[in-house]
């Protein structure tokens, strides 16, 4: 699974990078994705429209077996 996810996560990377930010893949737990967003991302007012709105929504796209994504600091 974390083979899939760090390719799901691949392909919002070009977006956040584009703002100046990035994602890191921390840890799946139970189908739960723990990312760490960096850069620009993680002090953005915006973080959490991005988090569920965009990465979260790819991320289960691609992988079906994933539940939700986290954001831990």
């Known amino acids: 699974m974390k083979e899939q996810v760090e390719k799901a996560l691949d392909k919002v990377r070009g977006f956040l990078r584009m703002e100046g ?6 840890d799946i737990v139970e189908g739960v994705v723990k990312v760490r967003l960096k850069g620009m ?18 991320v289960k796209e691609e992988v079906p077996e ?8």
């Open 21 to 26: 930010g990035d994602v890191e893949l921390v």
């Open 41 to 58: 991302c993680s002090c953005c007012p915006m973080s959490m429209i991005t988090l569920k709105d965009g990465v979260e929504r790819i």
């Open 66 to 73: 994933v539940k939700s994504v986290e954001q831990v600091c």
